[in-house]
Each structure stands twice: as C-alpha cells, then as structure tokens.
C-alpha cells in the first residue's frame, strides 16, 4: 500500500465552481499534511498545511483533516483558470527526524 | 533570503558519464531532501540529510547514487555511470530544524536529461 495516495485525475471544473482534491495516508501515526501546487514544469509550492481535526481556511482555499479515516482533502472555492496545476498531497513521516511523503499528485484543469 | 538553490538547472550526459547535482539549502537551513520527479509522476523521495550525516537514504537506488552534505558548501547527489532511465527533474527541499511540523521549501529544480 502506498503511504499517500491520490487520484491522479485530471479532475476538470468549470470557472468559478468549487474542485475538491482528496488524499488518504498510511500511516496512523502522522501528524502533519501539506498541500503543494506544482505548474508544468516548476518546483513545487506550499499552499496549506494542516495538523489538527476538522477545517483550516486560507483565502479561496480549504483544507479538511479527518486522522480517524485517515483522509485530507482540499476544496477550492470559485476556481480560476490560474489553479490549473498538479496538487500535491504530502505527510511528514518519522524516521530519526521528518521526511516528507508525497502522494503522485491530482491534475486539476480549471476551464473558462 | 535566496531561496533554495539549485544548480545546474538544466543537465545532459551521455550515458555513462557522472552527473554532480547541487544544492544550496536557503540561510539557517541544515536540513536537505533530495526529490526525483519522472514524467507525469509524483516526487519521489530519495534521502534526506543533515550536516555530514544522512539521516535516511532508503529512497536512494542502491547502487550509482550518493549524496552528501558536507561541513560547508552544498548539498551533491552524485549519479555515477548515467543511464537513460535516470532522466528525470530532481529537486532539492530544505528545512531549518526537523520536528513533526516541519515544512520544506524547495528548490527550481535540475532537470537532467541522458543521451
């Protein structure tokens, strides 16, 4: 079993809807998740990150933890042509400090 | 602050010959992840690093690859008698401690390609 996963899409959405980007992590035990934004051909951004139950908002973007079922997912409100990009889920995983695990990433096409 | 850097941004090898990747974590960090990224695909994690020590390597290819963080200077993945498959982005993160919190910022990237 891969330690995160993700559908790899490409999840497509008309501009101004809402795109909902889930994940699911192996690991019982973590306690970190991070959301990155990756454009063709560039390096990954941080966008969100969240470590506790429930919601975490920023801006157009919200992030849901739910460690019992041991999903997180990311919804973004009114969508712009500009959110097209590959979302990266990730967990911090232990191993004599933190490394980080990524999921192999959700494509997003936001359409106008 | 720079941010992470990275170079060279672009690589070609003809296959066989050594690729020396760099990084230089941003100011304060001595954390460093090495990433690999094949086409359409995920990051892969490689290994990770601290000052003169790999802390875990158990993504790294068991044989023609190593990495270092010496006492100064950057970060090398060393990828010795290149082979086509190797073609691919590798990115470099770095953090300034480790904890469960921690977040990684990365660098541009060197994307190589094997002739």
């Known amino acids: 079993q891969k330690e995160v996963e993700q559908n790899s899409g490409p999840l497509s959405v008309p501009e101004g809807a809402i795109a909902s980007l889930n994940c699911t992590y192996s690991d019982r035990g973590s306690q970190s998740f991070f959301w990155y934004r990756q454009y063709s051909g560039k390096s990954p951004e941080l966008i969100m990150s969240?470590?506790?139950?429930g919601d975490k908002e920023d801006g157009r973007f919200t992030a849901q933890l739910n460690k019992a079922s041991q999903y997180v997912s990311l919804l973004i409100r009114d969508s712009q042509p500009s959110d097209s990009a590959t979302y990266l889920c990730a967990v911090n995983i232990e191993t004599g400090g933190f490394k980080t695990i990524f999921g192999a990433g959700t494509r997003l096409f936001v359409k106008a | 602050n720079a941010g992470v850097m990275q170079n060279p941004r672009h690589l070609v090898r003809r296959r066989g010959q050594e690729a020396r990747l760099r990084c230089s974590p941003m100011?304060?960090?001595?954390?460093v992840y090495w990433y690999r990224q094949l086409p359409e695909e995920g990051l892969k994690f490689m290994v990770y690093l601290q000052k003169e020590n790999i802390i875990d390597e158990s993504g790294m290819p068991k044989e023609r690859f190593s990495a270092e963080f010496p006492k100064e200077g950057p970060s090398i993945l060393r990828i010795q008698q290149v082979v086509r498959g190797d073609s691919a982005a590798y990115f470099c993160a770095s953090s300034p401690r480790t904890g469960v919190n921690t977040e990684a910022f990365f660098g541009q990237g060197t994307r190589l390609t094997v002739v």
């Open positions: 100011k304060g960090h001595s954390h």
């Open positions: 969240i470590y506790s139950n």
